[in-house]
């Protein structure tokens, strides 16, 4: 089983800057890579970005292409969220999870770190 702990998160005006941070405990040798999602009041939980630890191939949501950039550090099992030009539309509680090595699903999840960003 793999811990993530989220960090970074807060209040931010329309086209600030915040990087998110990711911090995997346990298993992490069992895992494929580590994903952000974000989820808003009313809304279902949606992707975000992820990143494999092999590799490093990223990969995002269609609605923060261009705009975010998922890095990790292999050395202390932690994935970051740089986002930039932040929009009032990003506001959520992001979440950080493990991707399973062999199943492929998001199964450990941290709890959050929510980020406000104001118009």
């Known amino acids: 089983q793999v811990h993530p702990v989220e960090s970074g998160g807060g209040l931010v005006q329309a086209g600030d800057s915040l990087r998110l941070s990711c911090a995997a405990s346990g298993r992490t040798s069992s895992t494929y890579g580590m994903g952000w999602f974000r989820q808003a009041p009313g809304k279902e939980r949606e992707f975000v970005a992820e990143?494999?630890?092999?590799?490093?191939?990223?990969d995002y949501a269609d609605s923060v292409k261009g705009r975010f950039t998922i890095s990790r550090d292999n050395a202390k099992n932690t994935v970051y969220l740089q986002m930039n030009s932040l929009k009032p539309e990003d506001t959520a509680v992001y979440y950080c999870?493990?991707?399973?090595?062999?199943?492929?699903?998001?199964?450990?999840w941290g709890q959050g770190t929510q980020v406000t960003v104001s118009s």
């Open positions: 990143i494999r630890w092999s590799d490093g191939l990223p």
């Open positions: 999870a493990a991707e399973d090595l062999y199943t492929g699903e998001y199964v450990d």
